[in-house]
């Protein structure tokens, strides 16, 4: 039998929608519009059908005002059979509005600092 013998409230590092570091942010809730499958942690949305209350994932023609933030890993969602996590449609997510987060980025993007 093992026991856990150590506690901690610190998100790895990197992992896709985990708090930085407990700086000042800001989180609000939202209802996910977005099909089973399609919204992961780590990605910013946009408002969505009703503002302040829908996000979905960033079309064609949205702009940096329609940004609401980031999606945050609350470890509440579980793998899938394939292995993969993912918010279901409808389902209350939090959206980091204001703050440090790990986000997921396109394998050939080139962040840079600022």
């Known amino acids: 039998m093992s026991v856990q013998t150590t506690y901690g409230s610190v998100t790895p590092k990197g992992v896709a929608g985990g708090i930085f570091d407990m700086y000042y942010y800001q989180i609000d809730s939202r209802f996910n519009e977005e099909a089973n499958g399609k919204l992961r942690c780590g990605v910013g949305v946009v408002a969505g059908t009703i503002p302040g209350s829908n996000i979905a994932l ?3 023609g949205k702009k940096a005002a329609d ?6 890993n609350g470890f509440t969602n579980q793998h899938d059979l394939e292995g993969q996590v993912f918010v279901p449609n409808n389902a209350n997510v939090s959206i980091m509005r204001k703050g440090r987060i790990w986000v997921r980025v396109k394998k050939d993007a ?5």
Do not use: L
């Open 67 to 72: 940004f609401e933030g980031v999606v945050v």
């Open 110 to 114: 080139k962040p840079k600092y600022g």
């Open 58 to 60: 960033p079309t064609t």
